[in-house]
């Protein structure tokens, strides 16, 4: 069974694949039920039961999410048979409370819902392990853009994403106020070191993929001045500025004058208490692997009402 009509729209209004989405959910459900059913939730929950309950944030933070959750309560069958409240048209009994990208705090219910108990109670875990770790890299990413805010300088995140969850990791960093990078290795190209090294150079690596992918942005990693003068001169037009102090990231940004067009995006070794640094030196985008591989988890529960 797919998911109903109006959690595919949702998902679809936030900008996520709803198939991709749903294999997703799909698989985290999967993994609850490998060894067998919901045996406490069938033995503690009368048959036909009916429940209430609210997700509710025990901490403050911004909230990424909610049409995932309603996915899984959906692909649980906890949305089956159900009625709605106000709001929440073909939704079942489910209602949203606030948004993706919403500053909340302690004490804040996001999502209401009315279902079937035992469907309720299997979806729990699933449900809370997506809400969580999707606004706690939006809660982090949040954090850099705040700390960003003013000098034309916006966070990026990578492909250091959790296997299976990068089309969901990346749209909790844009719930945070961030952008993402490339989601894959076709829609970009991105020259490391490793490729400079097969190449034989900057400059022999951007030509060779510029003759294989001539329409495909492109970006180089540089690791020092000397690689930024030439992939300037070889007409990159994004520098990566790879575990470059500051002074180093001026002196590049005015290398990058004389191409107006150029882009720069400094990475490695970034820290939130000098995020500000580092974009008045005048670069475009800082890249922050972290937002995706090490946010802490934003604590949301579901309480029976």
């Known amino acids: 069974m797919t998911l109903t009509t109006a959690v595919t729209g949702r998902l679809r209004t936030a900008g996520l694949d709803p198939a991709e989405a749903e294999r997703s959910v799909r698989a985290a459900l999967a993994e609850d039920l490998r060894y067998g059913p919901d045996v406490t939730s069938a033995a503690t929950a009368a048959p036909g039961a009916r429940a209430a309950a609210e997700v509710v944030a025990r901490a403050p933070g911004v909230l990424a999410g909610l049409p995932v959750a309603l996915a899984v ?64 890299i939006a809660t982090a990413t949040r954090a850099w853009a705040d700390a960003l805010a003013g000098t034309g300088c916006t966070v990026r995140d990578t492909r250091k994403t959790l296997p299976g969850l990068r089309q969901l990791e990346k749209y909790a960093v844009r719930c945070g106020g961030g952008q993402n990078h490339r989601m894959g290795l076709g829609d970009a190209a991105l020259i490391k070191d490793n490729h400079v090294a097969a190449a ?106």
């Open 200 to 305: 034989g150079g900057v400059t022999a690596a951007i030509r060779a993929v510029r003759a294989a992918a001539p329409g495909l942005p492109l970006e180089v990693e540089c690791d020092d001045l000397e690689q930024v003068a030439e992939a300037l001169d070889a007409g990159a037009g994004l520098i990566l500025l790879d575990n470059m102090g500051l002074a180093a990231l001026r002196a590049a940004v005015g290398l990058a004058r004389g191409y107006p067009s150029v882009k720069l995006e400094a990475s490695g070794g970034l820290t939130l208490a000098t995020a500000r640094a580092v974009a008045e030196t005048g670069v475009d985008y800082v890249a922050v692997g972290a937002l995706t591989h090490s946010s802490a988890a934003l604590d949301l529960g579901l309480d029976l009402l």
């Open 73 to 136: 309560l959906d692909a649980a069958g906890a949305l089956a048979g159900t009625e709605g409240p106000g709001g929440a048209e073909g939704l079942g009994g489910a209602g949203e409370l606030a948004a993706d990208g919403d500053e909340i705090k302690a004490g804040t219910a996001v999502l209401r819902v009315r279902a079937p108990l035992r469907e309720l109670l299997g979806a729990e875990r699933s449900l809370l392990n997506f809400l969580t770790h999707l606004s706690g």
